[in-house]
């Protein structure tokens, strides 16, 4: 359609490559605006939000010595349900079962807790992810379009290029 508009071979074979250099520059300014936003949040004070809080806790697996993941639940009374956050497994020891020990901590922490259920949402486009909260029983309760992630402009190049989908799910542990 490029070349019937513009009758330039150039600007047609230029025009994908430009579009996929938009999207990543557009990708890489969201989502390190959005890494930025937690290292100045919740992350920067590990203590203060997930070890203090009555129903909350933080949780480091170490492998050799070294940091190769991490987990935090954070507690809401009002529905008594544990929210599992920041999952995340060093991409070099991924597929090793640290990321289901880590899940499963926080589901024996729930239930030690008396809590009705555990909940999370994610952004991960990596199937891998889905699979994995799955496996630890977790039942997919839909999808947000056009999830606004803390940092996101919303501006219209931003949202022509980058748009992210919002995954819920909770899993059961006990009825209210």
């Given at each position: 359609m490029c070349f019937v508009v513009t009758k330039s071979f150039l600007l047609t074979c230029c025009l994908p490559i430009f579009l996929m250099?938009?999207?990543?520059?557009?990708?890489?300014?969201?989502?390190?605006?959005?890494?930025d936003c937690a290292l100045h949040t919740d992350m920067?004070?590990?203590?203060?939000?997930?070890m203090k809080p009555p129903g909350s806790c933080f949780w480091v697996a170490v492998l050799d010595g070294?940091?190769?993941?991490?987990?935090?639940?954070r507690g809401n009374?009002?529905?008594?349900?544990?929210?599992?956050?920041?999952?995340s497994v060093d991409s070099n020891y991924r597929?090793?079962?640290?990321?289901?020990?880590?899940?499963?901590?926080?589901?024996?922490?729930?239930?030690?807790?008396?809590?009705?259920?555990?909940?999370?949402?994610t952004?991960?486009?990596?199937?891998?992810?889905?699979?994995?909260?799955?496996?630890?029983?977790?039942?997919?309760?839909?999808?947000?379009?056009?999830y606004a992630l803390p940092g996101m402009t919303r501006s219209l190049l931003e949202r022509m290029f980058f748009q992210v989908?919002?995954?819920r799910y909770r899993l059961q542990l006990r009825e209210e």
């Open positions: 250099g938009m999207r990543y520059y557009f990708s890489r300014k969201v989502i390190l605006h959005y890494l920067s004070d590990i203590e203060q939000y997930y070294n940091v190769v993941g991490i987990v935090a639940a009374e009002e529905d008594n349900t544990v929210e599992l956050r920041r999952m597929g090793k079962g640290i990321a289901k020990a880590l899940g499963r901590k926080v589901l024996e922490f729930a239930m030690l807790n008396n809590y009705s259920s555990v909940v999370l949402g952004t991960a486009v990596k199937m891998a992810a889905h699979k994995l909260y799955e496996s630890l029983g977790f039942k997919h309760m839909g999808v947000v379009e056009h989908r919002y995954h």
